[in-house]
């Protein structure tokens, strides 16, 4: 059945059997996927998924319920389950269908070239990036992972007050993994590309940037434990960034889940930082033009020059908080509840290169990766100790690898000890990104 005579028999029989508002929300995504090892097809796939969600009011309540299947079974199995979830809604969940901002961006974040790139042109790229690593240098033995992946989401929302929207992206990313050797020492290094441009990539480059980094960390040392000034890198930068990024989330604030609560109006990072929520951008794994409860997505700043403007709102937390949306709802898919959520959230860059970073620097450490964020932060207070890969620096240049560190802070001091920000934004395969960011002094382990 198609969706517009499914929405169509949904929401008579809703109304037939006490609903008032109502609405529709279809999501279908497809997925392509290909693994490369030693030249041969390690993992392949090809996939679909998608459904609908259905949201209306009953007694005052609001009520969910998702399908996959579009026939006339899905209708009453629909109405049946939403009016049950309803009635266990608590009294002061107060949640409402709207009704359609005055006006909407037509923005366009779908790619028709990207979407017409042949399945054996993505294997055969991939191919051709594993085979350029692994002819680089004589130290690279393999790859633990070289992929090529390619996402297209369509989205549409329609309800009773009139509102019908669509929204459709695509985009495509490389991940490569690299393995070297030296005698006992092995160093592994990740490298990613997200475009929607396939012409644009270059099999050599992304295979050259993996193995330049994988090489780099051969011959790591010691250095002595103590606090550092220390360079966070773009990509860690922005991993540690999207670990907190959820403090900027009202239903947070709300819920007493981020010490930003009753913060607004106030310094909480270095007058150089300023952190913007941008819907509308072309690369973005965030954009869209209207947000899960339809509402039209707009730029905003929510840190501008250290102090916290906003918060990210959907209209429920806004109607707790005494002010607007801001555009935010957020579906994880079809089968989620409505959230609140970034679209593409990142921290303004500047105009220093990571180069002209660390020439600065009299003697500090740059960071280059992050793991353990989820186990090593807690995102309440703020504090994290994880473990990190970089390089000692020391009168502006960068020495020699370090063997594995971990840093320890906390994130909102980090804010606050911003010294310098890069130009190099970029957005590690998540809609949060970031550039380079110089910071004051973090504590530096060294096992």
Known sequence: MRIQEFQVKLFEEAAAIGFSDVEIYFERKEVFG????????????????????????????????????????????????AKENAEFMPDEDVEEI????SSYEDRHFFSTALNEVTIPEKIQFIKDVERELLAMDPRIVATDYCLIRTTSVTKSLSNNKGLSLSDQMNYLY??????????????????????????????KEIAKRAAEEALSQLGSRNITSKDYPVLLRNDAAASLLATFSDNFS?????????????????????????????PFLEEGLGSRNFDSEGVATEKLT??????????????????KDQTVTTGHAQKDSYKGAVKVGPSNLYILPLESSLEELVSTMAEGVLITSLSGLHSGANQVSGDFSVAANGFYVKDGKV???????????????????????????????????SPSLLIKSLSVTVE
Do not use: W
């Open 174 to 203: 490389v991940m490569v993994e690299a393995i070297v050797k030296d005698g006992e020492e092995t160093k592994t290094s990740f490298e990613f590309k997200v475009t929607k441009d396939f012409q644009s990539l270059d099999a």
């Open 250 to 278: 009202a239903e947070n604030t709300q819920a007493g889940l981020s010490s930003l609560k009753n913060k607004l109006g106030k310094q909480i990072a270095s007058s150089m930082v300023t952190i913007v929520d941008d």
């Open 399 to 433: 020495h020699f690898p370090v063997n594995l560190m971990t840093i320890a802070g906390n994130f909102y001091q980090l804010l606050t000890d911003v010294e310098k920000i890069g130009s190099d934004l970029t957005f590690p395969l998540s809609p949060i990104g």
């Open 302 to 319: 929510l840190v501008e020059s250290g102090v916290l403007q906003s918060f990210l709102h959907n209209l429920k937390t806004a109607k």
């Open 98 to 101: 709207f009704a359609g901002s």
């Open 34 to 81: 290909c693994q490369i090892f030693k030249g041969v097809i390690d993992q392949y796939e090809i996939a679909e998924d998608g459904g609908v969600s259905f949201r209306g009011i009953i007694d005052g309540k609001m009520g969910y319920a998702y399908t996959e299947k579009l026939d006339d079974a899905s209708i009453p199995f629909l109405l049946k389950n």
